[in-house]
């Protein structure tokens, strides 16, 4: 195995942007039949690393060797004909096509008119589907697929192209368990078939499950390289963040704090019975001042829908939400802000930045009726705000007038933040605030949401890390396929339990599993 | 190594003067006309020239900024010369009310038809470009109808004096475009509502769950739209002394969607640019006026006017491609 010529290999990379050197004389080699984690804190470099490789970028120095040949790919497509395929994060296919379509986009089978042969493409596409243990109808428009299986569709389709390299960017940030393992299991099939995998991602169980060896990257530099059994969980952690070990451990797996807080009696938010048709099945749940509130569920558990039921963004059949004893209109968000919600988006990029707009424009988006009289902005009100918030969550950028789509994602998480704390709010409602950014931005969040509920906010917090809920948590409420499956609460609140409830809590298995399989229709 | 080296700078470079073009490009094509006419064009440096420029390009100016706005949301105006169709009849049908009542309701109606293409945008959520090309098609007829498909002359002076007169040696319409240019700065520099504008533009989900009115501010846009359009109507109307529903703002849509684009306002919306919808405004009229006091082939004014567009929309695009 060691003396294996690598498959691709990258000797000296160099990439300048104006004012940064994002990839800083990076050296790595990926190995056929290996599967090679790509680590880092966001900003380290690993983005330009992929597209360098797959050609989106032409590097400024050093050379890329693809089957011991130096290579210049011009574009993507070039590299993706000579064999390296890549699967991105967002699904990069055609929603209203059929997936068989969608396998075979570009190079579809043509019977002898020079037709698409259809009923021919919908059974390979089968079979490719099935070798890989993949359950979808073909002919279903692709969009009507779950956003996990949507994925898998995209690796199936990249692995048929007789793909030599496969580079998958955080492919399973959007699956199911469930569907984490039948990922897995393609993964070791393309090993076994001596293709290489770049594989990135944040979660450390799913690389130590899965890659054989790590380059791990900082600050444009490779700081590591090497198999990754070598390394402990806490080496590689410390490897990504350059901080002593220490200090690492002393932090515990999560920045929350461990103190109890003092709790208000009376619920701050208190929301009943919320139904929509085929989503929520009579929510009802209810958070106090001081109190942090985690929602844990699998991928379309209703989390999230929850949440925008909450915060009146989602229409809702029934149900009522009341802050502080209100009752808040339904389907107004800014009648819930009016009240004191405040609410951080899944989606960062689609429903949170304003990618054009300036950090400072970004930060009081929700402010303007605040900071303004008759309609007039104060620029004086709103430069106070942007300096303080900026200071206070250490958001690094040139300056606020810097456009926030060029912040990296853990800034850009907390320009949301700060939009939303701005507002003074009661309630402040999460989802997935610590997904896909760097593990320092992570904790300094967890910390943050800490000390907020310190400060007497309701939080109501959804990740799907189990173990940043069960850290993070006060009480812990267990959805699952649109219902409240469990509440546990003080030293209840434990991974155990809570996988108890997400597994077996709720309906009967049977009519868990059919309503399951409709959802995925 | 030399070859990857000079594409890498070439690269860079384009990555640089992308923005930059787009940004400037306007001004400096601007610039290379004036000198152009300086040098081929006899009598172009005098004030004689600079007004006659000025007063040809109010109404294109006018409706450029509601696009420029328009445009901002991610939308599209395409009725505004209809509109100023629908105003310019107004005004002879109601003269015999007095003159404050003829211009009011030709406000009026400039702002009603702004907020029909509105409401189908806002409420009906029926795609701008569909919503507004109904209103090109309904409007202009409409006008037609009001005025018996005749051309109306105006006499009163008030009127014309809008058209014509010359306060300070200022004329009337420059003055009406100065105003109007301001007062739309005003609306996107200090307002929230000029917030809300980019913010829906840029990101709509994100505006919303910000807790915008997106739907009132998306309202008020083709309103307003629709009242610059109005007013460039009265303008056209008082120039000409007659309202010519057949023939008033007759394809100025395109004209001002082309003066908004080549000042660097996108056409996906999050970001307006005014200074650069003037200049594209005057830029558009200068190149015209240089082809016909030169007696240059009108054609040869088109296809140049093409090539500027497709430069503008290019160097929008790289940003992405570069």
Redesign the interface.
């Known amino acids: 195995m060691e003396r294996q010529n690598p498959i691709l290999e990258v000797r000296r990379g160099t990439k300048r942007f ?1 004012g940064v050197l994002a990839l800083d004389d990076v050296s790595f080699e990926l190995k056929p039949g290996e599967v090679h984690a790509l680590v880092g804190e966001n900003g380290a470099g690993k983005s330009t690393l992929i597209k360098v490789l797959t050609g989106l970028y ?3 120095g050093g050379e890329i060797l693809y089957d011991g040949e130096e290579v ?1 790919f011009g574009s993507p497509g070039e590299s993706q004909a000579a064999g390296i395929s890549t699967i991105y994060q967002e699904v990069n296919l055609i929603p209203l096509l059929s997936v068989a379509q969608n396998v075979f986009l570009g190079r579809e089978p043509r019977n002898r008119l020079g037709l698409m042969d259809v009923p021919r493409m919908n059974r390979e596409a089968g079979e490719i589907l099935s070798r890989y243990g993949i359950e979808a109808d073909v002919t279903a428009p692709l969009n009507t697929l779950s956003l996990g299986l949507q994925q898998m569709v995209a690796i199936a389709r990249a692995v048929s192209i007789e793909a030599r390299v496969v580079i998958m960017d955080e492919p399973t940030s959007s699956l199911e368990a469930r569907e984490v393992e039948t990922l897995f299991g393609v993964i070791r099939q393309l090993r076994g078939d001596g293709i290489g995998v770049l594989y990135v991602s944040h979660r450390m169980e799913e690389l130590y499950e899965i890659c054989d060896s790590v380059t791990v990257l900082r600050d444009g530099q490779m700081v590591h390289s090497g198999p990754l059994a070598d390394l402990s969980r806490l080496e590689l952690v410390s490897l990504m963040l350059g901080r002593e070990l220490d200090e690492v451990r002393e932090g515990g797996a999560t920045s929350f704090g461990e103190a109890e807080r003092e709790t208000g009696r009376e619920p701050i938010l208190e929301a009943k019975n919320l139904t929509r048709h085929t989503v929520l099945h009579g929510i009802s749940v209810d958070v106090k001042p001081g109190e942090i509130l985690g929602f844990a569920g699998l991928l379309g558990a209703g989390r999230t829908e929850t949440a925008k039921a909450i ?1 009146g ?1 989602d229409p809702v059949d029934s149900g009522s939400v009341k802050v502080g004893g209100k009752k808040i209109r339904s389907g107004s ?2 009648s ?3 009240a004191g919600v405040a ?1 951080l ?1 899944e989606d960062r990029k ?8 300036s950090v400072r ?1 970004n930060i009081v ?2 402010a ?2 605040k900071l ?1 009289r008759a ?3 104060s620029d004086k009100a709103q430069d106070e705000v942007v300096e303080r918030f900026m200071k206070d969550l250490d958001i690094k950028a040139s300056g606020p007038d810097q456009p926030v789509r060029e912040l990296s994602g853990g800034n850009q998480q907390k320009v949301l933040l700060a ?1 939303w704390l701005c507002m003074n709010p009661r309630v402040l409602i999460l989802d997935e605030p610590t997904r896909s950014i760097d593990v320092g931005a992570k904790a300094e969040i967890q910390k943050l949401v800490d000390s907020l509920a310190h400060d007497g906010l309701g939080v109501v917090f959804i990740s799907s890390e189990l173990e940043e809920v069960v850290e993070g948590s006060d009480r812990a409420v267990a959805l699952k396929d649109g219902s409240v499956v469990g509440m546990l609460s003080g030293d209840e609140v434990n991974e155990g339990r809570l996988m108890a409830l997400l597994a077996e809590g709720g309906s009967s298995d049977e009519a868990a599993e059919s309503r399951e399989g409709a959802d995925e229709r | 190594m030399s070859g ?1 080296a000079a ?2 700078e070439r ?1 860079f470079e384009w990555s ?1 003067i992308a923005p930059w073009l787009r940004d400037r490009g306007v001004y400096v094509a601007f610039a290379v006309m004036v000198v152009f006419n300086l040098i081929f064009t006899e009598n172009f440096a005098s004030l004689i020239t600079l007004y006659n420029l000025l007063i040809q390009v109010t109404p294109v100016l006018l409706c450029s900024l509601g696009l420029a706005l328009v445009i901002g949301t991610e939308g599209i105006d395409l009725s505004v010369g209809s509109i100023m169709a629908l105003s310019s009849a107004a005004v002879p049908l109601y003269l015999g009310y007095g003159w404050p009542a003829a211009l009011a309701i030709a406000l009026l109606v400039g702002a009603f038809a702004g907020a029909i293409n509105g409401s189908l945008v806002a409420f009906a959520g029926i795609q701008p470009i569909i919503a507004t090309l109904a209103m090109l098609v309904a409007g202009r007829g409409l006008a037609q109808i009001f005025t018996n498909g005749q051309l109306l002359t105006v006499t009163d002076p008030t009127v014309l004096a809008l058209g014509q007169a010359r306060p300070f040696g200022i004329p009337a319409p420059v003055i009406v475009a100065v105003v109007a240019v301001l007062v739309v700065a005003f609306l996107m520099k ?4 000029g ?2 504008v ?2 829906i533009g ?2 709509r ?9 997106v739907r009132r501010t998306l309202l008020a846009v083709y309103i307003i739209s629709g009242l610059l359009a109005a007013v460039a109507g009265i303008v056209a109307t008082a120039r000409l002394s007659a309202s010519d529903p057949s023939n008033i703002g007759l394809l100025i849509e395109l004209s001002a969607i082309t003066a908004v684009v080549v000042g660097g306002t996108p056409l996906t919306g ?2 307006v640019r005014l200074a650069g919808t003037v200049m594209g405004a005057l830029l558009m009229q200068l190149i015209l006026t240089t082809f016909i006091s030169n007696n240059l082939p009108f054609t040869v004014a088109q296809v140049l006017t093409a090539g500027i567009i497709l430069v503008a929309v290019y160097v929008q695009k790289g940003r992405g491609a570069a």
């Open positions: 104006p032409s590097p400024d210049r915060f963004a968000p800014a819930a802000i009016k609410f988006p689609s429903e949170g930045i304003i990618p054009d707009l424009e988006a929700a303007l009726p303004s309609g007039l902005v939009r | 990857r594409g890498a690269s640089t200090r307002t929230t509502f917030r809300y980019l913010a840029g990101n989900s994100a505006s919303y769950l910000s807790g915008h009115p999050g970001r």
